[in-house]
């Protein structure tokens, strides 16, 4: 999937863990991230959440997009932080999962809180490899 993941690549951000149900996504805040508050512009919180939550989603390798993703923002990104976003499945039911989400800092304080609902379609991600979940 990173492979393919395009703004992953761009935003720098790094695969640290999957399993299934389970993602947890690295990226370092750069200069060009900060706004005019001088703290990490939100949308790269979300878009770094978001991509957590992608690819926690997808860990069963069954096609499955979000839904929705909500976030609360909850302390400031600094210029320099390494930022680590985890998404963890709290709950499945047919064919949608929701995801809660956590962006923690390098101290390991959390700076956003979201969750994510998905939606699985037919198909596999990996054709070659064995899906871990039925799909309805």
Do not use: W
């Amino acid at each position: 999937m990173y492979d393919r993941d395009r703004v992953a690549q761009r935003l720098g951000m790094g695969l640290e863990a999957v399993r299934p149900g389970f993602a947890a996504i690295a990226m370092s805040v750069s200069e060009d991230m900060i706004n005019g508050h001088g703290i990490c512009h939100g949308g790269y919180l979300f878009a770094l959440a978001d991509t957590a939550c992608a690819y926690a989603c997808n860990s069963y390798n069954v096609n499955t997009l979000s839904q929705a993703v909500n976030i609360v923002f909850m302390a400031p990104a600094q210029c320099g932080d390494k930022l680590v976003a985890e998404a963890t499945e709290s709950n499945h039911a047919g064919r949608t999962s929701t995801y809660d989400i956590k962006v923690f800092n390098g101290a390991r304080k959390v700076i956003a809180v979201a969750q994510g609902q998905c939606r699985s379609l037919r198909g596999k991600l990996v054709d070659s490899l064995p899906s871990l979940r039925e799909v309805s």
